[in-house]
């Protein structure tokens, strides 16, 4: 009679169940008083606004605190479910059980599952009581909610680390590689965006564009919305498609572990023929690290405002030959590595030096590029954090690309005339004037393209303003003062004050010169957007003083800050308005006068109110 295969050992199950116990109990705690005794604490005081602000605390702690709990518990089983692999002894001792290759690894698996989910589960019906006994309807769904979430991201993080463990041959490069590889990708952008925007005009530094290959940042980022005044999860085709990949991942490492080398334990990667792909893997995180910590420990305090692209390729190939030799070291498990390596040596810094070529001499135009209208879907323009969001067939599309070109054309002119302010500014003197007429300003455009893609630019930009207007008077400056003057424009960044689903919650009154500030009154809401979209409609409102140049008495004497929320698709989303109120805005003026908002009124515009 043939005997049944079987895939699980309950006797290796119960030897890890009653090895690592302390690892599920301490799971279990903070599961216990992050969920039940929270809720029960949260259900007795009267502070919280009731159920919904428990539902959003359970959603919350799945949301924020599951991948993080996830992301930890999930490398701690598997360093103590695999730790037998990091010595050769250890590692014949179990493999010369009575059981399968395949047998070993399900069990070690299951184990961890159990350790952690099982728990999990059970707590999760354990706050689901004590929320129906204190009067908390509806928080079931919340509560399998936040156990979903925290198992599918559990299934993720177990197989990744369960995958590092198989590549590598000790405790410690498991751990050390499953911190590294989840979070390689923002460290190569991070590091790119870096030396990019050092010699690149218009790249910055900042922000991920493939932050959906970083799941720990990807989880965290506005996963829970507000619907119909409840809190809703958005990240569940995300957590599905990245559960289906730990699912695969632990299949190849079920498949690695059938054919893993006995002798392999105790090596930093265990499969030989990945070595060189690891090798150069990790030998260029630390070129990119070291060459920009090089440069800016040597040379950032000579080359303060122009960056030095032989003295930067210099430092990057000192940390090519650290990256790559001590790499070699590590993976040979020897220091006697320079006499056989020094080729690839070579090689790995002719890249090096052909990267910072590509880079620093914009082969791929990078720093010339301007869109056609035709490629975009929508541009953002912010200057000085002044937002202006347009849509592709606006017609003041054309005129954002008319200045991204100019701003393109004139990058050397635009570059001397800052050097020359900072250069002034790190002076001794100090002259009013001149700061008061010369001055800089921050300018970022995001293109969303029809094809699904985004682009970026950022530029620090000089601006000089006249004296007796306090308008600016070089070009670029004045267009974008133009633009954001354009009735079009005022209306785009004012659609507070003409969308329909819009909740206005505050209006704050600012007067510029003793910046004091007195919020209108909700009553009175109504009345001043009436008032404002009058002033807007006949053209007598200023843009938002966008350059910031300080003629505040000229252009306008008080700011009015308008907030709320907007609903789209039936999620509530920020929404805000600045309004520069001068003495054209006759409108507005007489509303916040009759109201008694402007005390100083016949003082600042004495031809345009009359007194009360």
Partial sequence: ????????????????????????????????????????????????????????????????????????????????????????????????????????????????????????????????????????????????QCFGIYALSFVFFFGFACLCAQLTGNTMATAMLYVFLNFVVAIFEFCIRAIMGMFIYGIRMGGLTFEKLIPM??????????????????????????????????????????????????????????????????????????GLAFYGIIFSSLFRNQNNLAAFTVCMLGGAFIGYFVTEMALRKTLKVFKTAWKGFAVFAALVIVMMGIIGFDVLGAEKWVPAAAELESIELTVNGESLALSANDPLVARVLEIHQKIVASKSENEGVLEAYYEYSGTSGYDGRYYELNSSFSLYITYKKTNGGVSERYYTLPVQFDPNTGMATNEIPAMIEELYSQPSAVKARTRILWESDVSVTSIEV???????????????????????????????????????????EELGAYRVYISGYETVGGRDSYIYANLEVNEDCVNVLRFLESGGYLTEIETIFPETVEPA
């Fill in 510 to 552: 600012v007067e510029v010169s003793v910046y004091s500030s007195t919020y209108v009154d909700n009553e009175d809401f109504a009345g001043l957007m009436e008032a404002a979209k009058a002033d807007i409609q006949q053209g007598n409102m200023l843009t938002y003083n966008v350059l910031g140049n300080g003629k505040y």
């Fill in 1 to 144: 009679m043939q005997s049944k295969k079987s895939y699980f050992d309950k006797a290796i199950f119960r030897n890890n169940i009653s090895r690592f116990w302390l690892l599920g109990i301490f799971h279990l705690i903070i599961w216990v008083l992050g969920m039940p005794v929270m809720v029960s604490n949260m259900a007795r005081y009267t502070e919280f606004g009731g159920s919904v602000d428990i539902y959003k605390y359970i959603l919350g702690f799945g949301a924020y605190g599951a991948p993080a709990m996830a992301f930890g518990f999930a490398i701690w089983s598997v360093m103590a479910l695999f730790s037998y692999q990091s010595t050769t002894k250890s590692v014949s001792m179990y493999h010369s059980l009575p059981v399968t290759r395949a047998n070993l690894f399900i069990t070690n698996y299951l184990s961890g599952i159990s350790l952690i989910l099982l728990p999990a589960a059970l707590v999760s019906a354990l706050t689901w009581l004590v929320a129906a006994v204190n009067g908390i309807g509806g928080a079931a769904i919340y509560i399998v």
């Fill in 217 to 290: 940042a990807y989880l965290y980022y506005g996963r829970i919305k507000t619907v119909n005044t409840l809190p809703a999860y958005s990240g569940w085709k995300y957590l599905l498609v990245i559960a289906v990949v730990g699912c695969l991942m632990t299949a190849a490492a079920w498949f690695l572990y059938q054919r893993r080398h006995s002798e392999s334990a105790g090596d930093i990667i265990a499969v030989r023929r990945l070595r060189p792909f690891f090798k150069y893997l990790f030998a260029s995180v630390i070129t990119l690290l070291l």
